[in-house]
């Protein structure tokens, strides 16, 4: 999947932020490459993630960008099982964790994670997936608060 918009944006962040950021993109692309990804550039943060339509409220996991920092969440992720507790967050639906290096990434109950959520995503979607595999920039915020 390419998106050459995502990189850009990126560009705005420090390397290593980056480099968590891309790779964290790849591990959620080679276990649904058939989902869309959706991109918002915002005003304090890039956030971006795959979907099983065109909507934000089909994302099932997202990836937000900071200066320091690399969040790696779940829209709905009260609605999953976390038996581990790893998720941080107590709103009424997102729970996330922050990754500052990959090597401390918690990547098999992640795995578990993500795939309790997409099912959620799939349970509440209603018709069909449309999903085609395409990078698609949602928004891009005019003013911006950034790292650089």
């Known amino acids: 999947m390419d998106n050459t918009d995502l990189y850009q ?8 932020v980056q480099d968590i950021a891309i790779w964290l993109r790849n591990f959620i ?5 058939q989902c869309n990804e959706l ?6 943060a890039l956030a971006f993630g795959p979907s099983l339509t065109e909507k934000a409220g089909d994302v099932f996991c ?9 969040n790696f969440g779940f829209n709905r992720g009260s609605e999953i099982n976390d038996p581990d507790g790893i998720l ?28 309790d959520a997409y099912d959620n995503a ?10 085609t595999g395409i990078s698609i920039t949602k928004s891009i915020s005019p003013v911006k608060k950034r790292p650089k």
């Open 9 to 16: 944006f990126l560009e705005a962040y420090p390397e290593e």
């Open 29 to 33: 692309c080679d276990l649904y490459p």
């Open 39 to 44: 991109v918002y550039d915002n005003y304090n």
């Open 62 to 70: 997202s990836i937000a960008v900071f200066a320091k920092h690399v």
């Open 88 to 115: 941080i967050g107590k709103g009424s639906l997102y729970r996330y964790i922050t990754v500052k290096n990959i090597n401390q990434f918690p990547e098999s109950e992640i795995k578990l994670l993500v795939k």
């Open 122 to 131: 799939m349970s509440r979607l209603k018709g069909k997936p449309t999903c």
